[in-house]
């Protein structure tokens, strides 16, 4: 793979989590910015790696961050001094006991399923949950 390559390779990947940790901590921004900060850091810790398996890698490790991010972490928004309240994602489901992730890679689809769900007046969790039935 050439260094060109690896180098958009890595760009991309750089913007794919700071758009990712925008979506995931949306109406946060001392989180956002603590979460860009730290990509920065990170990324910039890496700049000098020259090693192109140790590349190929990193760039592994900031896909699995960038889907753990997206699958794994869920937002809490405090509404008064005792309550919080979940941010719950319309791919994620919950039953009475656990949390269930259904999430798609395909983004498309997931828009499609939520175009589906609003047209037939349903959020798209609650046809998540039909589906599963």
Do not use: W
Not at 27 to 42: A, F, K
Not at 45 to 62: C, F, P, Q, S
Not at 123 to 128: G, S
Request: charged fraction near 30%.
């Amino acid at each position: 793979m050439g260094t060109s390559l690896l180098r958009s390779q890595v760009l991309k990947h750089y913007k794919k989590l700071i758009r990712t940790s925008q979506a995931v901590f949306q109406n946060d921004p001392t989180r956002i910015t603590s979460m860009t900060q730290g990509i920065r850091e990170n990324f910039a810790h890496y700049k000098n790696v020259t090693d192109e398996k140790t590349i190929k890698e990193l760039i592994r490790a900031a896909k699995d961050t960038d889907n753990y991010l997206r699958r794994e972490v869920l937002q809490t928004i405090q509404t008064d001094e005792n309550t919080y309240r979940l941010v719950v994602k319309p791919y994620m489901l919950f039953d009475n006991t656990r949390l269930i992730r259904v999430c798609e890679d395909d983004e498309k689809e997931h828009h499609e399923q939520e175009e589906k769900a609003r047209q037939q007046g349903l959020t798209p969790c609650e046809l998540a949950a039909q589906k599963l039935k």
